[in-house]
């Protein structure tokens, strides 16, 4: 496989020399065969992610196949993406007709999760991003998602330019060796603690990189709010692929007055969404795998809160039924790391973990709403829903600090892989304007730069 993976790298960086993804019909057709390559598939690709996850034919609709085909359709914002730009207007330098170029940065990295909303929303909607911005990409798909990354494998080839992106399955030491070489950008997905070696190996070769890392995102309830509405969706958002997405609410902050209210609140969406229960409902996906499995388990078995409802495991299915725990308190081994399943926990404290990737809220009152968004640092302020935002055309979805760096939607995905290059033309008939910057220097820098800022 390390062969293979020189003969691509050599491959991609032969093309990306060529001058072949320059052209900007050639990035509209291959986002628009990223598109049909999807739509093409749609019931192979539901049943790669029940195989990897159990997901449910709908869910994995409506969460990641449909919202990444209705990306591709942007491929006819391209042209505006990446239009030259003029430089604000100066008239010491409109001479010079300064712009901004908008230039692909190379080979992109993209180095894939296992299961925060699996390969698909994090895999292909920054790569059209990539493709958009004249990019050669390299994608590696989770090695924990085999169904997936197959498919993805087998199906790429068939449908984009084999010069310009190619697909790498495999683990870690695959990943290890694209990390020995230089690239025009990284883009990685997953922990914050791969996220460490990805980043000391990047900076070995001064490649570029970008994070995405999820984190503990907070949920935080004022008291007059509409407990229903807000169980429902929080409950909804947790329960989406089985709480592994990494914008999902990982714990509640509520007044202790509240708490019992809003945990009955939990219970009836929870009865609503499960009438026969959440042991038999087809409706729940599965943990990732089983190592993940044993992990979640340790930190519910030794946290010191009460579990309100919920709790039901079966190893053999990778499953743990929707989980409340109510009674937490700042150290428990809930809180100390991001609950990638069902578990929902409840604690009361007056303070949000730092820098989330999303922080909720839940007030009718806007001066509530404000206080909490400015006294706070997170990738993203959401008031009154949970995840719509990371679908939402025209936002940035991208961390901060922590929770990670960069954009990965849209505009804001071709923008991250592409460079800025500055560029002007000076003429001829300027030397004599700009004359005395030639040695030997007769006048002070004064005299030929008055300075515009006004005398104190």
Known sequence: MFKEINEIYSTLNKTFRSGKTKPIAFRKVQILQLAYFLQDNLERFKEA????????????SFLELDSTISDCKTYDRVDKWAQTKKAPFNI????????????????????????????????????IGAIAAGNCVVLKPSGLCPAISGLIAELIPKYLDNDVIRVVL???????????????????????????????????????????????????????????????RILWSKCANAGQTCIAPDYVLIPRSS??????????????????????????SRIISLMHFHCLMNLLDNTSGTIAFGGQTDESQKFIAP?????????????????TFYLLVNIRLNSVSDHPLALYCFSPNAAFKNKVFDNTQS???????VMVHCATDGLP?????????????????????????????SPGWIDPILGARFLPYTVSFDDLYPSALPSP
């Not at 989980?323 to 609950?339: A, C, H, P, Q, R």
């Open 49 to 60: 992610l029940a195989i990897d996850l159990g997901r449910p034919p709908l869910e994995a």
């Open 92 to 127: 010491k330098f409109a001479a010079f007709r300064p712009v901004i170029r908008k230039e692909p940065k190379g080979i992109v990295l993209s180095i894939s999760p296992s299961a925060h909303l699996t390969t698909l929303f994090h895999c292909f909607p920054p790569k």
């Open 170 to 232: 495999g683990a870690v030491p695959e990943t290890s060796k694209l990390m020995e070489y230089q690239w025009g950008h990284i883009l990685y997905t997953g922990s914050g603690r791969v996220a460490k070696i990805i980043g000391v190996a990047a900076a070995k070769t001064l490649s570029p990189i970008s994070l995405e890392l999820g984190g503990k995102s907070p949920v935080v309830i004022d008291a007059k709010c509409d407990f229903k509405i807000a169980a429902r």
């Open 259 to 284: 708490e019992d209210t809003f945990v009955k609140a939990l219970k009836d969406a929870h009865d609503e969404f499960y009438p026969s229960g959440a042991t038999t409902t087809p409706d729940l």
């Open 323 to 339: 989980t409340v725990v109510k009674g937490i308190k700042d150290g428990d081994s809930l809180m100390s790391d991001e609950l």
């Open 379 to 385: 990738g993203s302020a959401v008031a009154n829903d």
């Open 397 to 425: 979805f991208g961390g901060v600090g922590p929770s990670g760096s960069g954009y990965h939607t849209q505009g804001f995905a071709f923008d991250m892989f592409t460079h800025l290059c500055a560029s002007l033309g």
